[in-house]
């Protein structure tokens, strides 16, 4: 048989601690809550008012839980600084806004409703279609500066990623990863602009590339199109020049799927600010 000697048993173990050993009970007084059983131990502690003890451990908690509300806001603010420093929207760019595009015509109308809607498909819970928006017309019409202000909405309301980049750069790093000190192989640049939530390729057909380079942009592009990422392509030339700038692959993709082409057709706003 087993011999039940005072350390097998709760209340004999607790016997051998002074703070757990109850020496009596009074009615104690607390200012708030009035009366209370209060009770005291071998060690002389006594308990205080149980209402103002949860008091005090909902505040801790609250205070806890808002601590960890502001590292986490903390954290995102990080996150969001970090992804817009990384996402090459360039400075001029960063305060851009569909809210400080200004609406003047019809067609400006329509086409800032054809941004929205391609906007609004990231917060789709299916995630964005993947098609692409090609935004083409004449310097000073405000391309740049609506695409910039959905690739901010991405990063900021959508949680996403997002790159500003440019046909040339694309290019560039394409070639730089070729070349022998290279900090990133050709595989792992492709791999990044695929990877963007949204990426923007400005300035498409300013300059007629080399066949390499119209084999990275495709190579890019056609990344995004595998994993379903969408792309804006920005361009000043007509839609004929567009198609003979980027070639027949490439153009059908920018088209397949619900695929826009917006046409910025009204004069510059530069001068007009
Ligand atoms: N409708 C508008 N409302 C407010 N600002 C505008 C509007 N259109 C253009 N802008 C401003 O005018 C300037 C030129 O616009 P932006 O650079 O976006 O033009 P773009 O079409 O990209 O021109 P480019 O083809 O030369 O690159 C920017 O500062 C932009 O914020
Ligand atoms: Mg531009
Ligand atoms: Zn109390």
Not at 153 to 166: L, P
Not at 185 to 190: A, C, H, L, P, Y
Not at 238 to 256: C, F, T
Request: proline share 2%; hydrophobic share 30%.
């Amino acid at each position: 048989m087993v011999k039940t000697n005072e350390w097998t048993t709760v209340s004999g173990i607790l016997a051998n601690f002074p703070q757990f050993v109850e020496t009596g009970k009074n009615t104690a007084l607390c200012s708030i809550h009035g009366e209370y059983t209060q009770t005291t131990y071998q060690n002389g502690r006594t308990t205080n008012c149980p209402a103002c003890e949860r008091a005090r451990k909902e505040q801790r908690i609250t205070e806890e839980n808002k601590k960890l509300e502001e590292a986490e806001k903390e954290r995102k603010s990080r996150r969001i600084d970090e992804l817009l420093g990384n996402s090459g929207i360039p400075k001029r760019f960063q305060g851009k806004t569909l809210k400080n595009y200004q609406l003047s015509s019809p067609e400006q109308i329509e086409v800032f409703n054809g941004v929205v809607a391609f906007l609004k498909e990231f917060k789709e819970p299916q995630g964005h279609s993947g098609r692409c928006m090609t935004m083409l017309g004449n310097t000073g019409t405000g391309k740049s500066h609506l695409a910039c202000a959905v690739a901010l909405c991405v990063i900021k309301y959508y949680g996403g990623t997002a790159r500003f980049s440019s046909v040339s750069e694309i290019n560039r790093l394409v070639r730089e990863s070729k070349s022998y000190n290279t900090k990133y192989s050709e595989t792992e640049v492709i791999e990044a602009f695929g990877n963007y939530d949204l990426l923007i390729v400005d300035e498409v057909g300013i300059q007629s590339g080399t066949d390499a380079e119209s084999r990275a942009l495709f190579d890019v592009i056609n990344a995004r199109y595998q994993n379903m990422n969408p792309t804006i392509f920005i361009s000043n030339l007509n839609k004929d020049q567009l198609k003979a700038a980027l070639g027949e692959r490439i153009y059908d993709r920018i088209k397949e799927g619900g695929g826009v082409i917006l046409g910025f057709d009204w004069d510059s706003y530069r001068g007009k600010q």
